[in-house]
Antibody, heavy 122, light 112 residues
Framework: EVQLVESGGGLVQPGGSVRLSCAASGFTFTNYWMTWVRQAPGKGLEWVASIKEDGSEKDYADSVKGRFSLSRDNGKNILSLYIQRLRAEDTAVYYC???????????????WGRGTLVAVSS | DIVMTQSPEYLPVSLGARAIIQCKSSQSVLYSSNNKNYLAWYQQKPGQPPKLLIYWASTRESGVPDRFSGSGSGTHFTLTISSLRAEDVAVYYCQQYYSAPFTFGPGTKVHI
């Protein structure tokens, strides 16, 4: 069974930073693009960033470029998202998701974690 | 960026009735080389992560009931729930995966 478990969220001050992690299990992690999607409280879904199965390619939403950094540890099956210079508008549940097409960036998302909440407030 | 729109924003439906949700993309998501529409549908219930329902605009994900169906091509797409059940109350999102950023529609809330 595919499992994605996010962690690292919490209350962070504006201007601060946080590292989110997603532990993957139940599938061959190295065969899949992986993605972060966020959802502000009461709002819709926003695609944030995706990373190729070997980490050599990354795509970011314009709204997060320069502040968000995506990485993966294929030896430990962990996907990470480092967020710096946090703003109030970054407050959201951050979901980790798997690309259904595997080694293809242009893909639907077939498995999702339960998310981790990042709240940016002083 | 491809902008996704959905209508209606709220959709009241009686149990057993048909629900139809529209999704439009600001440019075609039909890839000519393989004749596939890069469009997916997701269902999100309160307090839960999204769940994949449909990909390639009309291919049902494994385990998804056949009362859910997707159709359309190019820039206009439809998700149909043929006979609404109580457990279908949720927000439904379309997403294009034709080109990054892989944008979502704003969602349609289906309620009874």
């Amino acid at each position: 069974e595919v499992q994605l478990v996010e962690s690292g969220g919490g209350l962070v001050q504006p201007g601060g930073s946080v590292r989110l992690s997603c532990a993957a299990s139940g599938f061959t992690f190295t065969n899949y693009w992986m993605t972060w999607v966020r959802q502000a409280p009461g709002k819709g879904l926003e695609w944030v960033a995706s990373i190729k199965e070997d980490g050599s390619e990354k795509d970011y939403a314009d709204s997060v470029k320069g502040r968000f950094s995506l990485s993966r540890d294929n030896g430990k099956n962990i996907l990470s998202l480092y967020i710096q210079r946090l703003r109030a508008e970054d407050t959201a549940v951050y979901y980790c998701a798997r690309a259904g097409r595997g080694p293809q960036s242009s893909s639907w998302l077939d498995s999702w974690g339960r998310g981790t909440l990042v709240a940016v407030s002083s | 960026d491809i902008v996704m729109t959905q209508s209606p924003e709220y959709l009241p439906v009686s149990l057993g009735a048909r629900a139809i949700i529209q999704c439009k993309s600001s440019q075609s998501v039909l890839y000519s080389s393989n004749n596939k529409n890069y469009l997916a549908w997701y269902q999100q219930k309160p307090g839960q992560p999204p769940k994949l329902l449909i990909y390639w605009a009309s291919t049902r994900e494994s385990g998804v009931p056949d009362r859910f169906s997707g159709s359309g091509s190019g820039t206009h797409f439809t998700l149909t729930i043929s006979s609404l059940r109580a457990e279908d109350v949720a927000v439904y999102y379309c997403q294009q995966y034709y080109s990054a950023p892989f944008t979502f529609g704003p969602g349609t809330k289906v309620h009874i």
